[in-house]
């Protein structure tokens, strides 16, 4: 299994950048696909999910809004599209993908604990 995230770098306040999720391994229309950040210091933060199917998106308050979340099942990509950045969203992303059901995918796809494969992270920073 392999989740590489790319796109991430150096970027103004007001700015946006796009990080890409690239998936193998597994069967990727069977998995709902999630982002993830961890600043220095913090605790890892839910930054938004997408259901496998892509019926559904959900999002962190902190970034609802700002950030888009789609994917792309003939390509095994996720997308994660991030506008108006604020220097508070400097962190490492994460991309997840997790196979679990739910009962409700709303609350399910907020605790990393749902996710069974992890990427590497990517930098994004922020500058003022």
């Known amino acids: 299994v392999q989740l590489q995230a790319s796109g991430g770098g150096l970027v103004q306040a007001g700015d946006s950048q796009r990080l890409s999720c690239a998936a193998s391994?597994?069967?990727?229309?069977?998995?709902?696909m999630g982002w993830f950040r961890q600043a220095p210091g913090k605790e890892r933060e839910f930054v938004g999910a997408?259901?496998?199917?892509?019926?559904?998106?959900f999002y962190g308050d902190s970034v609802k809004g700002r950030f888009t979340i789609s994917r792309n099942n003939a390509k095994n990509t996720v997308v994660l599209q991030m506008d108006s950045l604020r220097p508070e969203d400097t962190a490492v992303y994460y991309c997840?993908?997790?196979?679990?059901?739910?009962?409700?995918?709303?609350?399910?796809?907020?605790?990393?604990?749902?996710?069974?494969?992890w990427g590497q992270g990517t930098q994004v920073t922020v500058s003022s």
């Open positions: 997840a993908a997790s196979i679990k059901s739910f009962t409700s995918e709303r609350l399910g796809l907020r605790a990393p604990e749902s996710y069974a494969y």
């Open positions: 997408i259901t496998r199917s892509s019926w559904a998106t």
């Open positions: 391994g597994f069967t990727f229309t069977n998995a709902h």
